[in-house]
């Protein structure tokens, strides 16, 4: 993309009603523009990196072995009357009449619709275990909606539900969703930690909250230290195999790790002095295993294999899609601007040109930009008649995690500039070797496209 | 996927409330589950053809220079307002009071929130062209929802809007969605006709609508014959090219061809009588070019070259995404069921196993779908302990267009079959010149990730 032909309405000013860092960048740097209260337009570079997690989430959500399906926005109201969630929901849930005067509502989460779904269609144990999930816009009404995508009223979230025969399978698929949760926020370059949490209106005996630690985080969390230095890494994990899938559950889930809800100060002090931590974190998903709580009202039952019908044992499982994209910022920013992870940045490099209309920078710079295209790779050109303090300051700002500078001197000794946006770091090189360079950056963060 | 793991509930009986046949085999191959009256859920493979419909439109939309972007399903009513719209849409707008009693509306297309986006940022005619959209869910509160998801209340829809200094470039953009939409209905292996038409609530001079021709299509319409000879097929198109695209506009447009709304019956006389042809037509998408209704009311202006403010000339455009789905079903079936068009089948082939159980064929179905599956390609096996005729209707229902049929009998002399579901014709052949076969078919249909 070239950037004179792009739309990035980038801010000088910090706007006034922005109070955490990722909703005055995401301001900034031109990704998103309110519309109402807590409901905000996706400008293109906020959509091109929503989109990245959208199919980083797909993709996970298939190699786990579930299934995408998609519900409605607009659901009625008589679901959420049969399982007695409609008045219990309270005033966050968004109530709308239609033109018939039927009650319907904004769907802020739908276990009631997949169970509807799941006891028409499903009538034995051989059609079990069954996982699906999607992909939707929710809507809470929040009172005070703030901190930018946060915290919104409409909000792009993937929620999942499984079906299972057992209490032992229904365990399974909830350890199975922990690891591919966890290799999910892995690849977009976030540490989220597993903590029991409290179960609030979904219900249910276990869950656990993923949390990503930074100062603007909303919950309280106290957590052993040692916690932070697990990854998941690029272990090979079957997601078929029970034990593999408990061990690594049990692996994230020994050490003390707990939200303010469920946390414990007794336990919390049997962990060694200098490995006890309190901190801030966000929430960017949650797991739940709550049985039969909703398969019982609904009547979502099986023939088992003796012939009688039992109820089936569920869970379900959120991940905040947009809420993310502030997550990733609130964890990976400086005062300059947004660094994107390698696996989530809207476009892969940026290239500055230094002295736009020379008829050699120009050259290069466009010889650059499709040798990277060749290989796949998008990058951001900015072609404007800028000076060079102006596209710095653009491109720090949006935070793509690597910069090509081309100039008139580099190119007279056959270089040009490659800098990291993390460490700031240049590096003179020929531009194939660049290019090369960047292509082998990104060999392992490859997302489906568009 | 194998299919003893999927959830694709078909049904056997005819539903009684489903009156068109896209409605019919969406319910009866497991595609959709209506929600409520007009909003469905999309199954596991009906969402598969949405996201890949999804996909090409936003492929198509990138290589004609257009960003993506999205703006929220809710609105508030203010914008609507000021447009002098919130009146004039009637009971069709689904209104909404959120919870401190705020006007609020589902967005039913979003002309108002694109423009208030573009005054608040664009200042000068420097950064002009722009042209920006987004495939969103739309509501609709149709008095009779009908026909599945033809005539739904909530949708999937694209809708497009281009900036322009001066109408000749806002022809342009005109021009350039056409040839934009042509190659998007083509590569979903639709004929989709442009027609002049009325331009409704939408407003301005020049409209377009495309038309499928069908049976059940709502409108009826009035053509010369020769209009279906043309196709845009493997033209190399320069989508900045004022000329090429007039062009090929003209090309398509020139000969009569118009709903019933814009039907001139003099001028249909003059078409040689053999070539006159009224019939029925679906429509899938819509181009407008309408000045500046809505630039001059919301004062959406750029500083000009002479540095006097001008408001800006645009256009919208439309493809009814979900629609489309059964559009394609209404245009490509027959009495057993959905033929799929390559470019959009859900599975690019399916595999039927004649013997499960029996060693040779489960190995060499095995073989069969992880030699696809290393190709790229998606199958669909069959591996379900059921009768040859069962899988063979459930094939012929779901609409793969190609299908590999393994048996011991075949086996022993080292072929399968692989079918057409189009022709219905058959052909024995070693397994590895099956997929080689399968493998060149789709070599053009390439569609990006779920």
């Known amino acids: 993309?070239?950037?004179?032909?792009?739309?990035?309405?980038?801010?000088?000013?910090?706007?006034?009603?922005?109070?955490?860092?990722?909703?005055?960048?995401?301001?900034?740097?031109?990704?998103?523009?309110?519309?109402?209260?807590?409901?905000?337009?996706?400008?293109?570079?906020?959509?091109?990196?929503?989109?990245?997690?959208?199919n980083i989430v797909h993709e996970e959500q298939a190699r786990a072995g579930h299934m995408a399906m998609l519900m409605p926005t607009i659901q009625s109201a008589d679901l959420w009357r049969e399982s007695g969630r409609y008045?219990?929901?309270?005033?966050?849930?968004?109530?709308?009449?239609?033109?018939?005067?039927?009650?319907m509502l904004f769907t802020p989460t739908a276990e009631e619709l997949i169970t509807d779904i799941f006891r028409a269609h499903v009538g034995s144990y051989k059609d079990l275990p069954l996982t699906m999930y999607q992909i939707q816009w929710k809507f809470r009404d929040e009172v005070r909606?703030?901190?930018?995508v946060m915290r919104g009223r409409e909000f792009f979230m993937k929620d999942g539900y499984n079906f299972d025969l057992t209490k032992e399978d229904a365990l399974h698929a909830y350890n199975r969703?922990?690891?591919?949760?966890?290799?999910?926020?892995?690849?977009?370059?976030?540490?989220?930690?597993?903590?029991?949490?409290?179960?609030?209106?979904?219900?249910?005996?276990?869950?656990?909250?993923?949390?990503?630690?930074?100062?603007t985080g909303e919950s309280e969390v106290f957590y052993d230290s040692a916690v932070t230095d697990i990854r998941l890494g690029e272990r090979d994990i079957d997601y078929n195999d029970k034990d593999q899938c408990r061990a690594v559950m049990e692996e994230f889930t020994a050490l003390y790790a707990r939200t303010d809800e469920t946390h414990n100060e007794l336990k919390f002090n049997e962990i060694p002095e200098e490995r006890r931590r309190s901190a801030r974190g966000i929430e960017v998903g949650q797991i739940f295993y709550f049985g039969?709580?909703?398969?019982?009202?609904l009547g979502a039952t099986v023939q088992g294999p003796d012939g009688k019908p039992v109820p089936v044992h569920m869970g379900s499982h959120g991940i905040g899609v947009s809420r993310l994209v502030g997550a990733i910022i609130e964890a990976s920013h400086d005062e300059k601007g947004i660094i994107w992870p390698e696996g989530v940045t809207p476009y892969h490099a940026g290239i500055v040109n230094l002295k736009q209309g020379d008829a050699e920078a120009d050259a290069a710079c466009e010889s650059l930009y499709n040798a990277l295209q060749a290989l796949g790779l998008e990058a951001l050109y900015d072609d404007r008649n800028e000076r060079a303090g102006g596209k710095f300051a653009?491109?720090?700002?949006?935070g793509l995690p690597w910069r090509i500078t081309v100039g008139p001197r580099g190119l007279k000794n056959g270089v040009v500039e490659l800098t990291s946006r993390r460490s700031g770091e240049s590096e003179e090189l020929p531009p194939e070797q660049a290019v090369e360079k960047i292509a082998k950056i990104y060999a392992g963060h490859r997302v489906s496209g568009l």
Do not use: C
């Open 1 to 54: 993309m070239r950037l004179s032909r792009y739309f990035l309405p980038v801010l000088k000013e910090n706007p006034a009603e922005a109070q955490i860092v990722s909703h005055r960048l995401m301001l900034r740097a031109g990704m998103i523009k309110q519309a109402s209260a807590g409901i905000y337009s996706w400008l293109p570079m906020g959509f091109k990196v929503l989109r990245k997690l959208e």
């Open 87 to 103: 008045d219990a929901y309270g005033a966050e849930m968004l109530r709308i009449k239609d033109r018939h005067d039927r009650d």
């Open 145 to 148: 909606p703030r901190f930018g």
């Open 177 to 215: 969703h922990l690891v591919s949760y966890l290799r999910t926020y892995e690849r977009m370059g976030l540490q989220a930690i597993p903590m029991r949490a409290d179960s609030g209106p979904i219900g249910g005996d276990d869950t656990h909250e993923f949390l990503v630690l930074a100062d």
């Open 292 to 297: 039969t709580k909703y398969s019982e009202p």
């Open 394 to 398: 653009t491109m720090d700002l949006i």
